[in-house]
Nanobody, 124 residues
Framework: QVQLVGSGGGLVQAGGSLRLSCTAS????????MGWFRQAPGKEREFVAA????????LYTDSVKGRFTIFRDNAKNTVYLQMNSLKPEDTAVYYC?????????????????WGQGTQVTVSS
């Protein structure tokens, strides 16, 4: 089992920045691909970013490329999502997730473990 606890959400004006954190416990953190997803009201959960275990390659959805950065600190069992130049359309509940896979990581069903979600609201 892996337990994930996310934090760092909040209310920010358009153009501002937030950093989300997700701390894992229970298994060897470095052996997991970590992902961030988001879900806006009335919409399906969508992929935002992922960092693959072992190789630390990163993937981003097109709408956040150049604005968001995912990175991890294995010593702290924590993955981060640095979000800059935030837009109102980034408003959503953000979830961190973990999987032992390195393929299919854009798909929510690939992930076995999920954090509780943290609200990000960007005002215009």
């Amino acid at each position: 089992q892996v337990q994930l606890v996310g934090s760092g959400g909040g209310l920010v004006q358009a153009g501002g920045s937030l950093r989300l954190s997700c701390t894992a416990s229970g298994r060897t953190f470095s052996n997991y691909t970590m992902g961030w997803f988001r879900q806006a009201p009335g919409k399906e959960r969508e992929f935002v970013a992922a960092i693959l275990w072992s190789v630390d390659s990163t993937l981003y959805t097109d709408s956040v490329k150049g604005r968001f950065t995912i990175f991890r600190d294995n010593a702290k069992n924590t993955v981060y999502l640095q979000m800059n130049s935030l837009k109102p359309e980034d408003t959503a509940v953000y979830y961190c997730a973990a999987t032992s896979a390195r393929v299919g990581v854009l798909i929510p069903s690939t992930y076995s473990y999920w954090g509780q979600g943290t609200q990000v609201t960007v005002s215009s």
